[in-house]
């Protein structure tokens, strides 16, 4: 289920912005995405969540009774596949 929100965010992203302005280079794109991606957080109303902005109902997790927990935390990086692990010692097996 994960996939397919992360799947339609890149179809929006991509539809909505990127083959829109046709970026010329990199510098240019990383301007324009961002500014995108204020625009799809803060002001552009989604249907899913009732015509609201993601951002207005995490403020509104915030300060409601059910916290939304939508913060990045990087205390806990060591327990991701991705992070560097110490080498382990080889068993030679005779």
């Keep these: 289920m994960d996939k397919f929100f992360i799947e339609r965010l890149w179809r929006s992203l991509k ?3 990127i083959y829109r302005k046709g970026y010329a280079d990199g510098h240019e794109a990383k301007i324009g ?11 552009r109303p989604h249907q899913a969540l ?15 009774e059910a916290a939304v927990d939508m913060t ?4 806990n990086a060591g327990a991701l596949p991705t992070y560097p692990q110490p080498h382990h ?3 030679l097996v005779a």
């Design 15 to 17: 539809y909505e912005d």
């Design 33 to 43: 995405i961002a500014d995108w991606v204020a625009f799809y957080n803060h002001r």
């Design 50 to 64: 009732a015509n609201r902005t993601p951002m207005a109902l995490w403020h509104d997790g915030i300060i409601g």
């Design 72 to 75: 990045l935390r990087l205390d």
């Design 89 to 91: 010692q080889q068993v």
